[in-house]
C-alpha cells in the first residue's frame, strides 16, 4: 500500500471515530457555529472597546445567554410550575362557564353546538388535571435536558468565537481548498446569517413586547406571555395565532367576555396588521441596511421557506439551521456558476 492511500484510510478511520465521538454533541456544535458566524458583528463591536478577543468572545457568550436563553428557561420553568399548581375548581369553572356560553348561541349555530356538547360529555376536569400534572412533569424534565444543551451550546460558542478563525484556517489549509472560494462562503454565510439572526430577535423581542404589555394590563404575567408570544411569533403564517386564540377563548371560557374581544382586536390590529405588516418590514430594512450591502441580499421568500423547513426537519433549531444550509448551497451554486463562466470564457 502507498504511503499516500495508507494516510488517506488512517485519516477516514479517524473521521468515522471523531464522528462517533462527538456524535451526541453535533448539533449543539452546528448551532453553536452557525450563531458564531451570526453574531460576528457583536463580537467586533466588544473588540473594538476592549482589544481583547477572549474578552470579547466572553461578553458576546454573556449577551447571547441573556438575550436567547435566559427568556427560555424562564418560559420552561414558569410553565412547569404553573401547570404543577393548576386549581382544579379552575378546570370546573372553565367547563360551567363553557356549557353556558354554549347553551346561549343563535340557532344559527345549533349544528356546531350539537358537536360541542358531545366534545364536552367526554371533558372529565379531573382526569385533565391529571394529564396536565404529568405534562407539567415532562416540561420538567425537558426544561432539565434543555438547560444540559444550553450549557454546551454556550461553551462551543465561545470556543467558536475565540478559535474560530484559527480553526477556519486550519481546516482550509488542510482541505487544501482555494482561497477566493472559502473568503466568498464565509463571507455570504456571516453576511446573510447575520440577517436571519438580527431579523429573528427584533422580530421576537418587539411583538413579544406588545402583546406581553397586552396581557400585563389584564392582570397576568406579561413577561412569561410576552416571551411565549415572542418565540411562537418565529413561526410562519400561524405563529401568533396559537398564542392569541388559546389565551382568548380560556378568557372566554373565563367569563371575561371583554377580555377576549380586547386581546382578539388588540393582537389582529396592533401586531399582526400594524406591527407585522408595517413596522417590521422597516426594522429589517435598516438591519440589512446596517450589515450587508445590496448586492448580497437575500431573497426573504427563500429564507421564508427555509425557516419553515429548518423547523419540520430539525425542530426549534432548524431556524438557524435552515437558512445556514440553503444559504451555503446558493453559495456554493453562485461558485459553481462563476467557475463554468470563467471556464467558457477561456
Known amino acids: 500500500m502507498k504511503k499516500e492511500h495508507f494516510t488517506i484510510v488512517l485519516l477516514l478511520l479517524a473521521t468515522y471515530g471523531v464522528y462517533r465521538l462527538y456524535e451526541s454533541f453535533w448539533i449543539s456544535i452546528t448551532v453553536a457555529t452557525l450563531l458564531a458566524i451570526s453574531t460576528h458583528h457583536i463580537q467586533m463591536g466588544f473588540f473594538t472597546l476592549t482589544r481583547s478577543r477572549f474578552w470579547a468572545s466572553a461578553l458576546s457568550t454573556l449577551v447571547l445567554s441573556i438575550l436567547f436563553f435566559a427568556p427560555l428557561g424562564y418560559f420552561l420553568f414558569h410553565i ?33 353546538e350539537t358537536k360541542i356538547e358531545a366534545l364536552l360529555s367526554d371533558f372529565d376536569t379531573n382526569a385533565l388535571a391529571q394529564h396536565l400534572l404529568d405534562y407539567a412533569s415532562q ?50 454565510m456571516r453576511s446573510s446569517m447575520s440577517v436571519v439572526f438580527y431579523s429573528i430577535i427584533a422580530t421576537a423581542v418587539f411583538e413579544g413586547a406588545l402583546f406581553g404589555i397586552a396581557v400585563e394590563y389584564l392582570g397576568y404575567n406579561g413577561l412569561l406571555f410576552g416571551i411565549m408570544y415572542g418565540f411562537a411569533s418565529l413561526i410562519p403564517v400561524i405563529g401568533g395565532i396559537i398564542m392569541w386564540l388559546p389565551f382568548a377563548l380560556f378568557e372566554l371560557s373565563m367569563g371575561h367576555t371583554h377580555n377576549a374581544l380586547f386581546i382578539t382586536l388588540y393582537t389582529i390590529i396592533v401586531i399582526s396588521i400594524i406591527a407585522d405588516t408595517f413596522v417590521k418590514p422597516v426594522i429589517i430594512k435598516i438591519i440589512n441596511q446596517k450589515l450587508i450591502k445590496p448586492q448580497e441580499k437575500i431573497n426573504e421568500l427563500i429564507i421564508f421557506f ?5 423547523l419540520g426537519t430539525f425542530g426549534f433549531w432548524g431556524m438557524i439551521i435552515g437558512p445556514a444550509i440553503t444559504v451555503l448551497f446558493l453559495t456554493l451554486m453562485k461558485i459553481t456558476e462563476a467557475a463554468t463562466s470563467e471556464e467558457e470564457y477561456r
Not at 169 to 174: T, V
Not at 306 to 310: S, T
Open 139 to 188: 416540561i420538567g424534565s425537558f426544561a432539565m435536558a434543555f438547560l444540559t444543551k444550553t450549557v454546551f451550546i454556550l461553551i462551543f460558542y465561545f470556543v467558536a468565537l475565540y478559535y474560530g478563525k484559527d480553526i477556519f484556517e486550519f481546516f482550509k489549509r488542510s482541505a487544501h481548498f482555494p482561497q477566493q472560494e472559502s473568503t466568498l462562503i464565509m463571507f455570504e
Open 306 to 310: 427555509a425557516i419553515i423547513a429548518g
Open 80 to 112: 412547569s410550575v404553573m401547570l404543577q399548581n393548576l386549581d382544579p375548581a379552575m378546570l370546573k369553572t372553565i367547563d360551567t362557564n363553557l356549557r353556558d356560553w354554549i347553551a346561549h348561541l343563535p340557532p344559527t349555530f345549533s349544528r356546531a
